[in-house]
Nanobody, 124 residues
């Protein structure tokens, strides 16, 4: 069983940057796809980005391309989400998740492990 712990959230002004981290442990997760999702108040959770731990292939929601970058550090067993040019509408709880390399990276029901989430608040 994989354990995921997010960190790096906080309060930032519009136009600023944050880097979220997701530390993974407890399983042989090298074959997993690691994803980031977010949920804003009153809205459904949505896909942000994903990365294949083995190949490094990345996937992004169209609205995140160009501003967000997902990466991983195999030595540290950590996945990152670099967020630049943040906007107030990026305010949400951001979740890290893991899935096997089947199904769809954008579909949250395909992910079998989730972190507790980290709050990102962007002020205008």
């Amino acid at each position: 069983q994989v354990l995921l712990v997010e960190s790096g959230g906080g309060l930032v002004q519009a136009g600023g940057s944050l880097r979220l981290s997701c530390a993974a442990s407890g399983s042989t997760f090298s074959r997993y796809i690691m994803g980031w999702f977010r949920q804003a108040p009153g809205k459904e959770r949505e896909f942000v980005a994903a990365i294949s731990w083995s190949s490094g292939s990345t996937y992004y929601a169209d609205s995140m391309k160009g501003r967000f970058t997902i990466s991983r550090d195999n030595d540290k067993n950590t996945v990152y989400l670099q967020m630049n040019s943040l906007k107030p509408e990026d305010t949400a709880v951001y979740y890290c998740a893991a899935k096997y390399p089947t199904g769809q990276v954008v579909r949250q029901n395909d992910y079998h492990a989730w972190g507790q989430g980290t709050q990102v608040t962007v002020s205008s």
